[in-house]
């Protein structure tokens, strides 16, 4: 038997698994089992002011940030809303506009 995770974003205990995938009815986040893993281990992500981030949390860069493939590159100042965080020198799993999906690091950030 197979115990599901609470919903990292909203702490939800009605979640449940679909195709591989955590699911949350309540607020609809998705998240994969190594996020999950990620955040029992406390991951610690810091930004550039050292002041811990958290998953969901918007930030703000705080410097032009070039796009491997983009012509132009993440502007300082750009907002970046409900972030993820992950393992490794790239931090911060997002969604940046007008880029897509985006990984980050942390210490070009901060929280707003
Ligand atoms: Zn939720």
Redesign the pocket.
Known sequence: MTTLPN?P????AYTYEDRGLFV?P??G?EWNESVAAQEEEGLVVKDSNGNLLQEGDSVTVIKDLKVKGASNPIKQGTKVKNIRLVEGDHNIDCKVDGFGPMKLKSEFVKKN
Do not use: D, I, M
């Not at 974003?9 to 939800?12: P, R, V, Y």
């Open positions: 919903c974003t909203c702490g939800s949350c309540e607020c986040n």
